[in-house]
Each structure stands twice: as structure tokens, then as C-alpha cells.
């Protein structure tokens, strides 16, 4: 994956060793010691593509070779829930059935994101299919991580999360035009008797400025629609 570093052990030989790639746009290697300390092939990804990895032995001449092929990293994430809630005087079932039939993304669906920079920012691009979306074009865009102005916005406690909070930022969304914001939690789920450890998102999107002026008359307090992603 571009951006991420990997080690291959070296077993035997003289111990003199080289090691060079086809390109170094695509990979660079060098020889250094892996986390257990051993002699290893430290393998850095720096781009898309083909790069082949050549150790030497420096004393026999013998020579390994292995193939690189860098990609971008991506996460695909299943749409498991899309939760709506309100906090309303009145007319919260009218706000409620609004929020659903105009939820962008249905349950079933898939988001794949697909990253480009981690630094200065992360960005990349993403797109939704799948899901009661089959058959219409797949929408698609760009997205970067921002900071959080808030760490527990109001509005979440209409969606409470019970479970440990590993990270959170906020998710900028574009389509074109059209720039969607949402409070993204990486949420720590349980430990298995094998020791692996589950995560799971959810995003957050506030619609209260939005559904008080749909419904002026409702009092509206709060309200949002959270996409819980498995």
C-alpha cells in the first residue's frame, strides 16, 4: 500500500547484503533490522505500479528477487443502519418519514474510499453503490479529514455512542457542487475469544438548521441522520 513500510526477514547467508528496486518511484529497499531485530529488507511504498526488489548477497553473488506492486490504500465499509432522529415540539413523525425518504444512502449499500495524501492532509476520493442504489449511477466524489470543533456535538445525544471511541474527525464530502460534513467516529467494538478486536464507524450529519426551516412551526431542537458503517 503507498505510503506504508514493510520488512522481509532474511534467512541465511553471508550476512554482507544489497538491495535495490527497478524504480524508486514505485518502491525503494534497503537493509536494516525488522521489529524482532532481525536482518530484513526494509521496503517503503512510494507510489503506483510494478518495482522489482533484488537483494544481493555481497560475498557468493547470489541473488532474490521479489515483485512490489504499490496501490492506494482503501477501506470499503458496508452501510449496516441509517438512523434518523429528531428532537421536536411537534410533527416528528412528518420530520422523521422527510428524513428517511430523502436519506442520500440506503442500508445495504457500500462506501469505498480510496486514499491519495496522508500529509499535509488526508484526502482521496470515495463512492457509494450497491444497496437499494442498484441500478442508478454510482455517486462518487472527494473527501479530506478536518479537525472536530466539538468532540461530542449536541446533537449526538439523539444517536448516543456506548461503545469506546477510538478516534474521531470530521469527514468533508463533495459531489460536485454540493459539500456534505459529517462527524466521523471510529468506534472500538468487543474483543473476540481469539483476541481480535472489531471497529466500526458511524457518521453524523446535523439537519437542525435545515428541518427548522422545513418546519418552522415544530420547534425543531435538533436533528440528524447517522449512516452506521460495518
Known sequence: VKGHQYSLWIAGGSGDFSAETSDPNIATATIGRNDEGKRAVIIVVEGEGDAVVTVTDKSSGYKAEC????????????????????????????????????????????????????????????????????????????????????????????????????????????????????????????ETRSHLISYHFRLYEDLTQEYRAMYPDADVKAAVRVLVLE
Do not use: H
Open 67 to 190: 515483485l512490489i506492486r504499490g496501490v492506494k490504500e482503501s477501506t470499503s465499509l458496508r452501510i449496516g443502519k441509517v438512523l434518523c432522529r429528531v428532537d421536536a415540539a411537534g410533527r416528528t413523525d412528518e420530520i422523521l418519514e422527510d428524513m428517511k425518504l430523502n436519506a442520500p444512502y440506503q442500508e445495504g449499500s457500500t462506501l469505498v474510499m480510496v486514499y491519495d495524501t496522508y500529509t499535509p492532509a488526508v484526502t482521496g476520493t470515495w463512492a457509494v453503490s450497491g444497496g437499494g442504489n442498484i441500478g442508478s449511477p454510482v455517486a462518487s466524489g472527494d473527501f479530506a479529514y478536518e479537525e472536530m470543533s466539538a468532540v461530542y456535538p449536541a446533537y449526538m445525544e439523539l444517536a448516543p455512542i456506548t461503545d469506546q471511541i477510538y478516534w474521531y474527525k470530521t469527514l468533508k464530502m463533495t459531489q460536485g457542487s454540493n459539500v456534505t460534513r459529517y462527524a466521523m467516529f471510529c468506534i472500538r467494538g468487543k
